[in-house]
């Protein structure tokens, strides 16, 4: 295999793994736009949508196409009881606080997996079969289309909610200013219990579509959860189309770190990324200024 077509693999498979990446940013900026933290447990919810996938479709046998979005409603609905008995019941809890709750979660729903699947790494089957697609020499699973369309999916039907769905409008109302929203009659805390609920759904759906390619188990949140953090920050935290952007940025390194370097520097990557980020320009590639930060499209 000459240069030339090497590099478009690592192409090929940096965009695949960087679409991971910008979904998992993008369910961190959905929570930041609504309360202003940092939901460190969003890692796990891709990996609940991938074992609850699994389980769905392996263990009781429905087919992949209820399975997923069966396992990403699923995920949807422990995002909204986490909302509502970790942080509707406090009141003017500071953002170190929730933070720390967030944490606990992320133990929390790593344990419960370990508890209910074991320590084992599952797998689906892929959507479309696994016979590779030939592009220029280089070879595409089709499951990389799938999960290619599903980022570019999520990331219009989400441009659409927040600007032309009432509800989508209220979410951007509280993330401009709360207290107006709730002058003008908006329920705060409906919305913000919202997006805990769309942004798990979102993680729920990207653990469903990367199953198939890569294996899930307990722990392989952590990772997504901390990759997926740092494309946030690189992005610039609440921005949606930085976070696509960022990520893909954040995915290309990876694989071309993996493959002209070392597989053993791949995970490297993104820390190293979020500490130059944080170092020279701490809003982020698109960043805005702190009072701009909100304002996601």
Same mark, same amino acid.
């Not at 019941?89 to 699947?117: D, Q, R």
């Not at 499951?143 to 951007?172: E, H, N, P, S, Y």
């Not at 944080?278 to 702190?290: A, D, Q, T, V, Y």
């Given at each position: 295999?000459?240069?030339?077509?090497? #590099? #478009?693999?690592?192409?090929?498979? &940096?965009? $695949?793994?960087?679409?991971?990446?910008?979904?998992?940013?993008?369910?961190?900026?959905?929570?930041?736009?609504?309360?202003?933290?940092?939901?460190?447990?969003?890692?796990?919810?891709?990996?609940?949508?991938?074992?609850?996938?699994?389980?769905?479709?392996? $263990? #009781?046998?429905?087919?992949?196409?209820?399975?997923? +979005?069966?396992?990403?409603?699923?995920?949807?609905?422990?995002?909204?009881?986490?909302?509502?008995?970790?942080?509707? +019941?406090?009141?003017?809890?500071?953002?170190?606080?929730?933070?720390?709750?967030?944490?606990?979660?992320?133990?929390?729903?790593?344990?419960?997996?370990?508890?209910?699947?074991?320590?084992?790494?599952?797998? #689906? +089957?892929?959507?479309?079969?696994?016979?590779?697609?030939?592009? %220029?020499?280089?070879?595409?699973?089709?499951?990389?289309?799938?999960?290619?369309?599903?980022?570019?999916?999520?990331?219009?039907?989400?441009? /659409?909610?927040?600007?032309?769905?009432? /509800?989508?409008?209220?979410?951007?109302?509280?993330?401009?200013?709360?207290?107006?929203?709730?002058? /003008?009659?908006?329920?705060?805390?409906?919305?913000?219990? %919202?997006?805990?609920?769309?942004?798990?759904?979102? &993680?729920?759906? @990207?653990?469903?579509?990367?199953?198939?390619?890569?294996?899930?188990?307990?722990?392989?949140?952590?990772?997504?959860?901390? =990759?997926?953090?740092?494309?946030?920050?690189?992005?610039?935290?609440?921005?949606?189309?930085?976070? /696509?952007?960022?990520?893909?940025?954040?995915?290309?390194?990876? @694989?071309?770190?993996?493959?002209?370097?070392?597989?053993?520097? =791949?995970?490297?990557?993104?820390?190293?990324?979020?500490?130059?980020?944080?170092?020279?320009? +701490?809003?982020?590639?698109?960043?805005?200024?702190?009072?701009?930060?909100? =304002?996601?499209?």
């Amino acid at each position: 295999m000459n240069l030339g077509v090497q #590099l #478009l693999q690592y192409t090929l498979s &940096g965009i $695949t793994i960087g679409s991971i990446y910008a979904m998992v940013a993008i369910g961190f900026n959905i929570i930041y736009n609504a309360t202003g933290i940092i939901n460190l447990a969003q890692g796990d919810f891709v990996m609940l949508g991938g074992m609850l996938a699994v389980y769905l479709h392996n $263990t #009781l046998g429905l087919p992949l196409v209820l399975a997923g +979005p069966a396992a990403a409603l699923i995920t949807a609905i422990i995002g909204l009881l986490f909302e509502r008995f970790a942080f509707h +019941p406090l009141k003017n809890p500071s953002v170190i606080t929730l933070i720390i709750i967030t944490i606990a979660a992320s133990i929390l729903f790593k344990g419960g997996a370990m508890f209910i699947w074991g320590k084992d790494a599952y797998i #689906l +089957p892929s959507f479309s079969g696994d016979k590779p697609i030939q592009f %220029f020499g280089a070879t595409i699973l089709p499951q990389t289309l799938w999960i290619l369309g599903t980022l570019i999916f999520v990331f219009a039907a989400l441009m /659409v909610f927040f600007r032309f769905t009432i /509800v989508g409008k209220a979410m951007k109302a509280c993330a401009y200013n709360r207290q107006a929203a709730r002058i /003008v009659g908006i329920n705060v805390n409906r919305m913000v219990l %919202f997006s805990f609920g769309l942004s798990a759904f979102i &993680g729920g759906i @990207a653990g469903v579509v990367v199953t198939p390619i890569a294996l899930v188990s307990y722990d392989r949140g952590a990772l997504l959860g901390l =990759k997926g953090f740092g494309t946030a920050i690189f992005g610039g935290l609440g921005n949606m189309g930085g976070a /696509v952007v960022a990520g893909l940025i954040i995915g290309l390194l990876e @694989a071309y770190a993996a493959g002209l370097i070392s597989s053993g520097y =791949k995970d490297a990557v993104a820390l190293i990324i979020l500490l130059i980020v944080l170092f020279f320009k +701490p809003g982020g590639i698109f960043g805005r200024k702190e009072e701009q930060l909100l =304002k996601a499209f």
